[in-house]
C-alpha cells in the first residue's frame, strides 16, 4: 500500500522560493504516476505537475517556467520546486499517486493515494 507525506510548506513573501517534499513508500515498481495539486480555499483541487518514475514531466501552463518537479528514485521523495511565488500561490499543496503507465499528467480524477497536504501562504 501506498503512504505519501508531504512537508516543506510555510509562509513566504511574494518573490520568495520553496521546496515542498513528499516522502513516498510503498511503490513497489516503476509504473506509477506521482503529481502535485493544490486547493485554495473556496476552490477546486487542481493540478500542477506529474512525473513518472523515469523523470518524465508535465506541467500546467500556470507555474511553467516557475515551478519543477522531480523525483529522487534513491530517496523514495518527491520534490516541488516552487520559485517566483505570487500571493495566487496560497494553498494547500497535496502530492498523490496511481500505479499507471504511460504519460503521466497531473489531472486530479486519475489519482487514487494522497497525502496529507502542507500549507504554502505567500503573502503580498
Known amino acids: 500500500q501506498v503512504h505519501l507525506e508531504e512537508s516543506g510548506g510555510e509562509s513566504v513573501p511574494a518573490g520568495g522560493a520553496l521546496r515542498l517534499s513528499c516522502a513516498a513508500s510503498?511503490?513497489?515498481?516503476?509504473?506509477?504516476?506521482l503529481g502535485w495539486f493544490r486547493q485554495a480555499p473556496g476552490r477546486k483541487r487542481e493540478g500542477i505537475a506529474a512525473?513518472?518514475?523515469?523523470?518524465?514531466?508535465s506541467y500546467v501552463d500556470s507555474v511553467k517556467g516557475r515551478f519543477t518537479i522531480s523525483l529522487d528514485n534513491a530517496k523514495n521523495t518527491l520534490y516541488l520546486q516552487m520559485n517566483n511565488l505570487k500571493p495566487e500561490d496560497t494553498a494547500i499543496y497535496y502530492c498523490?499517486?496511481?500505479?499507471?503507465?504511460?504519460?503521466?499528467?497531473?489531472?486530479?480524477?486519475?489519482?487514487?493515494?494522497w497525502g496529507q497536504g502542507t500549507q504554502v501562504t505567500v503573502s503580498s
Open positions: 498523490a499517486a496511481v500505479h499507471a503507465g504511460g504519460y503521466c499528467q497531473p489531472r486530479v480524477s486519475e489519482y487514487d493515494t
Open positions: 510503498g511503490i513497489t515498481d516503476s509504473s506509477y504516476c
Open positions: 512525473t513518472d518514475t523515469d523523470g518524465g514531466t
